[in-house]
């Protein structure tokens, strides 16, 4: 909101009561959009705990092959819609077998360190031999197996990096946790809107007009490592100035009516035992 209220007082964009209503419900549609639908799956999270907890392995291993097959088959082969919302909660049933039916396999750091090479090597290949082949057929093919998250390639290449990196040794460090912590505000603050996009990739930093020319490569990932960081240091100023004192306050809030409860019971309880003895 802050945004669009900075775009509308500099006149970067016209004032929209519509826009401005959609602002304040963040899920306002689930067609598409992360953020929006990242949100809704959460809601989902208490109701698939209660089917993980009432299902054994066999069950568990039958629901995932059902929904590999409709969603990564599929999906790989570009026949089914989906929304994230779905998709989200596929991807939670996958972490949760590897979390409910541990196997000595799922702590070997060098089958999935080989398998993780192994995805992104294809993933890297079959870009390059659609790209060859789209330019034969005239079509834009380069991403066919790539183009979104329930790709064969992309699934594999997913699962198998998280359960390497799960498995590394890897030391508490403040940096990276400060950083982890405000990649969720990165998403929302470089996302925020189409008019953030066109204004932030279009005319602050260029991106068409430097296609094609020498220093792109240069250009392309110095913008995206500028950006991040800068939307990280603006996420970490909200943290510290706005959602700390927010929950500090919430908490003491919280700890008084605690504190009122508890000195109420203590006063009944009192006043009870007080009357039952002179009885």
Known sequence: ???F???WLTGYQPFSVTEFLLLLFPANKISNGFIGCYLVFFLFIPFLNVLLKHMNEK????LL????FTYVLFGTLHRVTMNYVSWFMVVYLIAAYFQLYPKKVFTDKKVWGILTAVFMTLSAASVVCCAILGSRLHKEIAHFFVSDSNTFL???TGVCSFMLFKNLPLKYNKVINTIAASTFGVLCIHANSATMRRWLWGDLLDNV???GSPIMPLHAVGCCLLIF???TAIDVVRIRLVEMPFFRLVDRHIDRAEQTVRDKLNTLTSKFLTSTLEN
Do not use: P, T
């Open 1 to 3: 909101m802050i945004f």
């Open 5 to 7: 209220l900075i775009f």
């Open 59 to 62: 069950q568990h291993l039958l």
């Open 65 to 68: 092959a059902l929904c590999g």
């Open 154 to 156: 992309a699934v594999g």
């Open 209 to 211: 007009g430097h296609y």
């Open 229 to 231: 960081a800068a939307c």
